[in-house]
């Protein structure tokens, strides 16, 4: 069992915090872990007296009568009950972060968009004021959809914290490294991990290495899992035992705190004469992740063709729809192409999903130019989309001989949703104008003459 109490959240003695002491690894696991020994009950969840005074809390991630195998729950066991940490509401602005439904009659959705990199600003923000929303979909009031964002972060949060009731959050770092202060421990996390931090858990959110950017998924819908293999049986993909939930960590700080709260797509505020990272001991199966993408184990094709991207799904959220996720989080790691006699880059397609997608680091096969670390790009449903030239010219005539794909790192979210720009993404946003024309000078090939195979 762990000890230990998390570091005072100022920004200027964040390089000498004692940091935590590791993680529980598993996805889905039923965990438990104490920071003080004793303080976790054992043959029971609510005692009549709790060790060290403590209060029993239950957090619940799903209904409580949600099929085992899907149930979450996490007894806490904290220092005061959360009725403590939440005051009157005053309602606040934050005008960048946006929620479904968010249609806008000026602002066309319907295209083939990409973005260079978000420029770093000079003005100050935190992990709430530096989010800023790309595109929206579904309904948050009705828990489908998701929303896509780009944080933007220079400064910690002091006595400061956050959670959401609309979602969980799928945190995709690109820049910079950031430590979530959690109810239920530490998670730093830099570029090439995720974390997942579930609907209605509270944190803070502090800057160890900046500035920083990076991609964020808000799911409105049913809580991300991990995909059914089916043929390809019980191994690769994203193994659960690389999974890492924090131990128990906690403070006891009697110190002016606000906590903000985003609600049915609303910003509302509460202060309070405390830490609310209360939570000295838990044990439950409902709690944050991080995930280390370079342990992704990629399956693909290994005689001919090209696999659809489903191929490469890392986590998923469904929808309610059989094999229709709500949001699929798909990565396109390094990894070898072997096929033979087969145009190995993605193909041209169109499909019923809605596909945002970014680049952590290196080059995209698809498109060699212009897709640069930190950018982004949307391709909605049913809209062509595919290859540029230089990338359908070298598939149809690179040699057919193993290759390895290096240096290359990109995900997509993708929705069963159609989704819609921001403004700020339509108008603000560094937007490629041109980017539609990267199809331009693909040329007519046919001529009638019947195809000599290799």
């Known amino acids: 069992m762990n000890q230990n109490t998390l570091a005072h959240?100022?920004?200027?003695?964040?390089?000498?915090?004692?940091?935590?002491?590791?993680?529980?690894?598993?996805?889905?696991?039923?965990?438990?872990?104490?920071?003080?020994?004793?303080?976790l009950p054992q043959g029971q969840n609510s005692p009549q007296k709790c060790a060290y005074g403590l209060y029993a809390e239950q957090l619940s991630g799903t209904a409580f009568t949600a099929p085992r195998g899907h149930n979450e729950r996490t007894w806490c066991y904290r220092i005061r009950p959360s009725v403590k940490h939440a005051g009157r509401f005053a309602k606040i602005d934050l005008p960048d972060w946006k929620s479904a439904p968010h249609i806008l009659p000026d602002v066309i959705s319907l295209g083939q968009y990409r973005w260079d990199p978000i420029p770093h600003s000079q003005q100050k923000l935190t992990w709430v004021t530096g989010m800023k929303t790309v595109t929206t979909a579904g309904d948050v009031n009705t828990q489908t959809g998701m929303a896509s964002h780009v944080y933007l972060v220079t400064d910690s949060m002091v006595d400061e914290y956050f959670y959401s009731a609309d979602g969980e959050l799928l945190v995709v770092p690109q820049e910079g490294r950031l430590r979530f202060s959690t109810e239920l421990g530490v998670i730093d996390l830099e570029p090439k991990e995720i974390a997942i931090l579930p609907r209605g858990l509270v944190y803070r959110v502090e800057v160890l290495e900046g500035p920083c950017r990076g991609f964020v998924c808000e799911n409105y819908g049913q809580k991300f899992d991990l995909p059914n293999r089916g043929p390809i049986g019980a191994n690769c993909l994203a193994n659960p035992r690389d999974f890492k939930c924090p131990v128990a960590a906690f403070e006891d700080r009697d110190v002016a705190s606000r906590v903000i709260l985003k609600w049915c797509g609303q910003f509302h505020e509460t202060r309070i004469d405390h830490s609310p990272l209360d939570v000295v001991a838990w044990h439950g199966n409902y709690c944050p992740y991080k995930y280390d993408l370079r342990t992704y184990s990629?399956?693909?094709?290994?005689?001919?063709?090209?696999?659809?991207?489903?191929?490469?799904?890392?986590?998923?959220?469904?929808?309610?729809?059989?094999?229709?996720?709500?949001?699929?989080?798909?990565?396109?790691?390094?990894?070898?192409?072997?096929?033979?006699?087969?145009?190995?880059?993605?193909?041209?397609?169109?499909?019923?999903?809605?596909?945002?997608?970014?680049?952590?680091?290196?080059?995209?096969?698809?498109?060699?130019?212009?897709?640069?670390?930190?950018?982004?790009?949307?391709?909605?449903?049913?809209?062509?989309?595919?290859?540029?030239?230089s990338a359908f010219e070298n598939g149809s005539n690179e040699p057919m001989v193993p290759h390895f794909q290096a240096e290359t790192m990109s995900f997509m979210f993708e929705t069963r949703f159609p989704q819609h720009l921001t403004e700020w993404a339509a108008k603000s946003a560094p937007m490629q104008d041109d980017y539609i024309e990267c199809w331009n000078s693909l040329e007519k090939k046919f001529d009638g003459a019947p195809c000599v195979k290799p």
């Open 9 to 39: 959240p100022a920004a200027q003695i964040l390089v000498n915090a004692r940091p935590h002491e590791g993680y529980m690894p598993g996805f889905g696991n039923d965990f438990e872990t104490e920071a003080l020994p004793g303080a």
């Open 298 to 389: 990629p399956v693909g094709a290994i005689l001919f063709d090209h696999p659809d991207p489903s191929i490469f799904t890392v986590l998923t959220a469904p929808s309610g729809q059989e094999g229709t996720a709500n949001i699929d989080f798909v990565l396109f790691r390094d990894r070898w192409m072997v096929a033979e006699h087969s145009f190995r880059p993605p193909w041209y397609h169109k499909n019923i999903m809605s596909e945002l997608m970014g680049n952590i680091y290196g080059v995209y096969d698809a498109k060699p130019q212009g897709f640069a670390p930190g950018g982004m790009s949307l391709h909605n449903c049913m809209l062509p989309h595919g290859p540029d030239r």
